[in-house]
């Protein structure tokens, strides 16, 4: 079935210190990819995604490629806020792949920005 | 677009009573919602597929029984969990698959936070 691993957190780092999130995947078919975060006591937000391969999600100067080569979906951005504290779920939907409806998560990272 | 309410955000039960969760999609139709349980510092679970007018497709392990969930209409969908215990305290999350033709994500509500004592 399908599949999603990411680093375990939690990850601290220093404020405008780069960030790298890996994420890789398992699909049976060719899947949507997604990059969620959660704030302390909310629900989910869409932070990015992409459909296919190569393209590259962003917002809020996060980032994150498509590889299909390496099945890999790895969230970065170049200078954290302390702001950016939260927890980052990579994500994939296989629905057009005739895998499951709905989101398959990986477990989460959390992101800790000291000032 | 493709906004998701989700209500209550928090509830606090008596073991043995039943709470009702429910989740609304604002400004589009959603024929297949989502509904997943968090654990404290863990993933999303799904525990069913919400579809309008038919019957939810749990998911392994969850208790059909208990947690009862009904899709009404195509903008409403409900999760309730009957004969709650405190091992069923955590976060509920319900999610709404886009619209088709459009470019969104999977929208999700913003959670309710259940404990029950």
């Known amino acids: 079935g399908d599949s999603v691993t990411q680093m375990e957190g939690p990850v601290t780092l220093s404020e405008e210190a780069f960030l790298t999130i890996n994420c890789t995947y398992t699909?049976?078919?060719?899947?949507?990819l997604f990059w969620y975060v959660q704030y302390p006591g909310e629900g989910l937000q869409l932070l990015l995604k992409?459909?296919?391969?190569?393209d590259k999600g962003s917002n809020k100067g996060f980032e994150a490629t498509y590889r299909k080569e390496t099945t890999s979906f790895h969230l970065e951005k170049g200078s954290v806020q302390v702001s950016d504290s939260a927890v980052y779920f990579c994500?994939?939907?296989?629905?057009?792949?005739?895998?499951?409806?709905?989101?398959?998560f990986g477990k989460g990272t959390h992101l800790i920005i000291q000032p | 677009g493709a906004v998701v309410s989700q209500h209550p955000s928090r509830v606090i039960c008596k073991s043995g009573t039943s709470v009702k969760i429910e989740c609304r999609s604002l400004?589009?139709?959603?024929?297949?919602m989502f509904w997943y349980r968090q654990f404290p510092k863990q993933s999303l679970m799904l525990m069913a597929t919400?579809?309008?007018?038919?019957?939810?497709?749990?998911e392994q392990g969850v208790e059909k029984d208990k947690f009862l969930i009904n899709h009404a209409s195509l903008t409403l969908s409900t999760l309730t969990v009957t004969s709650a215990h405190p091992e069923d305290s955590s976060f509920y999350i319900c999610?709404?698959?886009?619209?088709?033709?459009?470019?969104?994500?999977?929208?999700f509500g913003s959670g309710t936070r259940l404990t029950v004592v």
């Open positions: 919400s579809n309008e007018g038919s019957k939810a497709t749990y």
């Open positions: 699909a049976t078919g060719y899947p949507s």
């Open positions: 992409a459909t296919k391969a190569d």
């Open positions: 400004d589009f139709q959603a024929t297949t």
């Open positions: 999610s709404a698959r886009p619209p088709q033709g459009t470019n969104y994500g999977y929208t």
């Open positions: 994500a994939l939907s296989d629905l057009l792949g005739g895998g499951a409806d709905g989101l398959t």
